[in-house]
């Protein structure tokens, strides 16, 4: 079986989510949390001494998802960075990095599904949470400077 291409499998993933209007990243958390019928909490990334941490995480647990952010961060960044964790869940992205995992004391190792940092942007995986993320700021109707030059993402890539 072929696989699908990172377009057509990113807008399936996203095409049954309802974006709230007016749009906020607290607002579309909640929604998704409705919808897959589990909480999904926000949280800033623990600072942790010598420890060199992505700037977003998403973590599945067997009842809820959590999605860290950057500490500190502007308010742009930590959408984008949010986006692109939400972009792994609705894609149904795999990982466990369970050293990860147990750096969050709350959290249960065996408990944990999934782990997936925000490190680097050259797997697959990767560029469909971008490309999701890019889908969703384009339905909520977003058009940053950065990018009307290109026209339609459908154009771009």
Not at 22 to 35: G, K, M, N, T, Y
Not at 78 to 88: D, S
Request: negative net charge; hydrophobic residues 40%; proline residues 8%.
């Amino acid at each position: 079986m072929a696989r699908a291409r990172p377009l057509d499998k990113v807008r399936s993933a996203i095409a049954g989510i309802t974006i709230p209007r007016p749009f906020s990243i607290e607002a579309l958390c909640e929604r998704l949390a409705q919808d897959r019928g589990r909480p999904l909490q926000l949280l800033p990334l623990p600072q942790l001494p010598g420890q060199s941490l992505p700037c977003g995480m998403w973590i599945a647990t067997d009842t809820v998802d959590y999605i860290f952010h950057a500490r500190g961060t502007s308010p742009l960044h930590r959408q984008n960075i949010v986006l692109h964790e939400i972009g792994h869940m609705l894609c149904d992205h795999t990982g466990r990095d369970a050293g990860l995992a147990q750096m969050f004391s709350r959290l249960d190792p065996a408990a944990v599904e999934r782990v997936l940092a925000r490190d680097r942007y050259s797997t697959p995986q990767e560029e469909e949470a971008e490309l999701a993320a890019a889908f969703i700021l384009e339905r909520a109707g977003w058009h940053g400077a950065d990018t009307t030059p290109f026209g339609d993402l459908d154009d771009l890539f």
